[in-house]
């Protein structure tokens, strides 16, 4: 069945550092990809998506790159605010749609 | 615009209850989701409805757990007999149509604990 590996948190970061949350996956067929974003309080948020090998998504700083020969799609931001204190889940969806997820990553940005 | 809706936000169930979940997608979208989250785990799929019809429903984790939408919009999560197993969060998500590029608007979520 599909599963999504990504790296274990929590996370601390001091502000404009560098981020990477890995992330890889198993899936059969060829599943689109996502990160998801939880802010304190909310619900979850797509932030951004790739649909096939090669394509980059991008979005409030954030990138990450559909790697099918490392079944990859880690998330960059070169520097991170304190607003991006968060939870990121990285997912993938095939077929129908439904969504496989990873458990999370805490990420906490101090000034 | 709405968004998705869900209620309540929190429910206490004692153990042997049975409760109901509510979810009201984005109007117009065709697709509703219904995912389990547990204490610092990601989604787990539960059901999937086109409309008013039920897809799937692989990831029901028992014959207690059941779920309708019985007019293609709203759609309702009932839990039989619930066991402290059950305490999730039990998020809704809704999208245009079954294209597995379609991004999933998700709801707030309904915390469910049962003592």
Redesign the interface.
Do not use: H, M, N, R
């Given at each position: 069945g599909n599963s999504?590996t990504q790296m274990e948190g929590p996370v601390t970061l001091s502000e404009e550092a560098f981020l990477t949350i890995n992330c890889t996956y198993t899936a059969t067929g060829y599943?689109?990809l996502?990160w998801?974003v939880q802010y304190p309080g909310?619900?979850?948020?797509?932030l951004l998506?790739a649909?096939k090998a090669d394509d980059k998504g991008s979005n409030k700083g954030f990138e990450a790159t559909y790697r099918k020969e490392t079944t990859s799609f880690h998330l960059e931001k070169g520097s991170v605010q304190v607003s991006d204190s968060a939870v990121y889940?990285c997912?993938l969806?095939?077929?129908?749609?439904?969504?496989?997820?990873?458990?999370?990553t805490t990420l906490t940005v101090k000034p | 615009g709405a968004g998705v809706s869900q209620s309540p936000r929190y429910k206490v169930a004692k153990r042997g209850q049975d409760v109901a979940l509510r979810c009201d997608p984005i109007s117009g979208h065709v697709s509703l989701f219904w995912y389990q989250q547990a204490l610092g785990q990601g989604p787990e799929f539960l059901t999937y409805f086109q409309n008013e019809a039920q897809l799937d429903k692989s990831g029901l984790p028992s014959d207690r757990f059941f779920a309708e939408r019985p007019e293609g919009s709203v759609s309702t999560l009932k839990i039989q007999r619930t066991q402290q197993e059950d305490s999730a969060v039990y998020l809704c998500a809704s999208n245009r149509r079954d294209r597995d590029y379609n991004e999933q608007f998700f709801g707030p979520g309904t915390r469910l604990t049962v003592l």
């Open positions: 999504v599943p689109s996502f998801y909310e619900g979850l948020q797509l998506k649909t889940f997912a969806s095939t077929g129908a749609g439904k969504s496989t997820f990873g458990d999370g | -």
